[in-house]
């Protein structure tokens, strides 16, 4: 059933997507090369941030951070 409907899914994806790493998170340098790989795939609408002094757990690390990068996104 997953494969016929993502078969059938294949055009772009306009849904807004923020894509965050913290930046001494393992996935930080490679941050470009995966949006660049999201937009080929469709992703028409991505924005990419790096939330400063955290690594891979943003919500713990920074979490004042990562509201005020919610509420600039999710508030419009």
């Keep these: 059933m997953n494969e016929t409907f993502n078969g059938q899914h294949t ?3 306009a849904l807004p997507v923020v894509f965050g ?3 001494r998170d393992y996935f930080a340098p490679f941050l470009s ?3 660049e790989a999201l ?3 469709g ?3 991505l924005k990419t941030e790096v939330i400063k002094d955290s690594s ?3 919500a ?3 979490p004042a951070a990562l509201a005020g990068l919610i509420e600039r996104y ?3």
Excluded: D, F, K, S
């Design 11 to 13: 055009g772009p994806v």
């Design 21 to 23: 790493v913290g930046e």
């Design 33 to 35: 090369t995966i949006a």
């Design 39 to 41: 937009r080929a795939h």
């Design 43 to 45: 992703c028409t609408n």
């Design 56 to 58: 891979h757990y943003v």
């Design 60 to 62: 713990q690390e920074q």
């Design 74 to 76: 999710a508030v419009r």
